[in-house]
């Protein structure tokens, strides 16, 4: 994998010698290298990965950039020897402590606000990075496979998180790619609940996880049934399968990704009106909840490079709760869901 210099340079404001990163996420995208500390400098010739000897030393085995250990004054002089006038630098990241550090220490240098315009890029993704995601993904749905096996109300809810993520990790994933959810009983009826050190209740057990791979995040979600579901279940399960499937069908190229909220929540809102709260879903990248995302206020239409999620859930509180969550990815001929893992109601 390669950084995206050619993308990056062509958002390069006029006047500016280049764009000062400061974001690791930014970073990563031009140097697909991962550092935590340090710059990337991305001037209309070259990308300049500048990093501390934590990380100089590794960073040499990846191409495509120049490396520039950080000392003191090493800026500087880069700075001078480019002839560096003005650099764009990303505002809505750098402190206002650090924008008067970079002011102070270079007076003659103009520093440009560039906004969102290098995240405004990582929208769109590559059929790199797609690559990336689908792998994740794959990641993923085994480790559902696997943890069918190991459900039972012997484990605690912070079991069956762990064991996703170890499985994940020993099956190919850099990390989890955001603390993994595991919620069972009255407690799913909590979107966004902590798994407990409590056993698997009997009722829903909803867990919405995902591995990363060479950065890129994949997001899933399944509910599966711990013993026997009762009507109600069944029906409010079928009912949030049934949103799922309907804005999925229509997941295609130049849909409107308000439309597609729309879709998902008026099935919802027959029988369980408000109970959908969140959005129907969001961009996933390098960052697990990227743009675009996927509400009632959505205007933007699905584009080519577009990885999606589609995640219609219905939460009684004090109750329960499910949710399903697939990806989308919109690939040059099309999208293409690319979750795997079955949606039939499983009882275990
Ligand atoms: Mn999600």
């Known amino acids: 994998m390669k950084g995206k210099f050619e993308k990056i340079k062509s958002v390069i404001p006029s006047g500016c010698d280049g764009i000062l990163l400061t974001s690791e996420v930014n970073e990563y995208y031009a140097t697909a290298f991962a550092y935590t500390d340090g710059y990337a400098f991305v001037t209309p010739d070259k990308t300049y990965l500048i990093t501390d000897s934590r990380y100089i030393e590794a960073a040499q085995?990846?191409?495509?950039?120049?490396?520039?250990?950080?000392?003191?004054?090493?800026?500087?002089?880069?700075?001078?020897?480019?002839?560096?006038?003005?650099?764009?630098?990303?505002?809505?990241?750098?402190?206002?402590?650090?924008?008067?550090?970079?002011?102070?220490?270079?007076?003659?240098?103009?520093?440009?606000?560039?906004?969102?315009?290098?995240?405004?890029?990582?929208?769109?993704?590559?059929?790199?990075?797609?690559?990336?995601?689908?792998k994740a993904q794959s990641i993923a749905d085994k480790a559902f496979e696997h943890i069918l096996g190991f459900i039972s109300t012997d484990k605690t809810e912070k079991e069956v998180a762990i064991e996703l993520e170890v499985f994940m990790r020993t099956h190919g994933a850099e990390s989890a790619a955001f603390e993994t959810i595991a919620v069972s009983g009255t407690a799913s009826s909590m979107p966004h609940g902590v798994p407990r050190d409590v056993k698997v209740q009997k009722g829903f057990l909803t867990m919405d996880y995902g591995a990363t791979f060479n950065g890129y995040r994949s997001d899933m979600t399944r509910t599966v049934v711990v013993g026997k579901a009762d009507e109600d279940m069944k029906k409010l399960y079928n009912t949030v399968k049934l949103a799922q499937q309907a804005a999925l069908d229509r997941a295609v190229p130049g849909a409107d990704l308000g439309e597609l909220d729309k879709t998902a929540r008026d099935i919802i809102d027959k029988d369980y009106a408000g109970a959908f709260g969140h959005s129907l879903g969001h961009g996933v990248g390098l960052y697990i909840h990227e743009a675009p995302s996927v509400s009632s206020r959505s205007t933007a239409k699905l584009s080519k490079g577009h990885v999606i999620t589609i995640e219609p859930g219905i939460y009684l509180f004090g109750k329960y709760g499910c949710r399903i969550e697939d990806m989308v990815l919109h690939y040059e001929d099309g999208c293409r869901d690319i979750s795997a893992s079955p949606k039939e109601l499983i009882e275990i």
């Open 61 to 134: 085995a990846s191409e495509g950039t120049v490396k520039v250990e950080l000392k003191s004054g090493v800026l500087k002089e880069l700075f001078t020897s480019l002839n560096v006038k003005a650099v764009g630098f990303e505002d809505l990241c750098v402190t206002v402590a650090e924008l008067a550090r970079f002011k102070e220490q270079f007076p003659e240098v103009e520093f440009v606000p560039i906004g969102g315009a290098v995240d405004k890029l990582r929208e769109f993704k590559d059929k790199d990075e797609l690559d990336c995601i689908v």
